[in-house]
T-cell receptor, first 112, second 112 residues
Framework: GEDVEQSLFLSVREGDSSVINCTYTDSSSTYLYWYKQEPGAGLQLLTYIFSNMDMKQDQRLTVLLNKKDKHLSLRIADTQTGDSAIYFCAEIFQTGANNLFFGTGTRLTVIP | NAGVTQTPKFRVLKTGQSMTLLCAQDMNHEYMYWYRQDPGMGLRLIHYSVGEGTTAKGEVPDGYNVSRLKKQNFLLGLESAAPSQTSVYFC???????????FGPGTRLTVL
């Protein structure tokens, strides 16, 4: 199977920027995703990036993709306490069903 | 529009007991998925379905069975529960032409 790696924990102060990193293995992935999981809830899609892009910005979120190093990052500007959650990166495994492989998840804690 | 719902929310089983988890979606999605989430391991795909009457194995299918008799429902069965199946189980669904998966709220299962 695929191996998608993330750091398990990240703590930041409210108002600072958060950067969550991910490394993936399938160089043929067409899309890479960031999902957010709030406590006691399922996952929600935050944003995604197509593999021919280097960067995508969506309000406070910036996704950077380095295909050469197979490195994906999610930057959250002006981090708020409501951003505290687990963040998962995911890549598509190139089969007919286009299933997702998820990273281990990074638990972001925002300190007031 | 309820989205993806899961029944039950919590369950405690004894080793060897059987049970069925129900996932329902009202978005007319073709694809449905069952994942398990374990600490430090992210989400792992158990089984999935690309349409009514079809199922396929994912990354960790052993000890589980599934059925998709109706398009809107995807059932996950444990015939003889084991403590290693203690986990949080998530169902997800998506349209055939989209890569965005919509997740249910999860079922927390404990096997004693």
């Amino acid at each position: 199977g695929e191996d998608v790696e993330q750091s398990l924990f990240l703590s930041v102060r409210e108002g600072d920027s958060s950067v969550i990193n991910c490394t993936y293995t399938d160089s043929s992935s067409t899309y890479l995703y960031w999902y957010k999981q709030e406590p006691g809830a399922g996952l929600q899609l935050l944003t995604y990036i197509f593999s021919n892009m280097d960067m995508k910005q969506d309000q406070r979120l910036t996704v950077l993709l380095n295909k050469k190093d197979k490195h994906l990052s999610l930057r959250i500007a002006d981090t708020q306490t409501g951003d505290s959650a687990i963040y998962f990166c995911a890549e598509i495994f190139q089969t007919g069903a286009n299933n997702l492989f998820f990273g281990t998840g990074t638990r972001l804690t925002v300190i007031p | 529009n309820a989205g993806v719902t899961q029944t039950p929310k919590f369950r405690v089983l004894k080793t060897g007991q059987s049970m069925t988890l129900l996932c329902a979606q009202d978005m007319n999605h073709e694809y449905m998925y069952w994942y398990r989430q374990d600490p430090g391991m992210g989400l792992r795909l158990i089984h999935y379905s690309v349409g009514e009457g079809t199922t396929a194995k994912g990354e960790v299918p052993d000890g589980y069975n599934v059925s998709r008799l109706k398009k809107q429902n995807f059932l996950l069965g444990l015939e003889s529960a084991a403590p290693s199946q203690t986990s949080v189980y998530f169902c997800a669904s998506r349209l055939i032409r989209s890569n965005e998966q919509f997740f249910g709220p999860g079922t927390r299962l404990t096997v004693l």
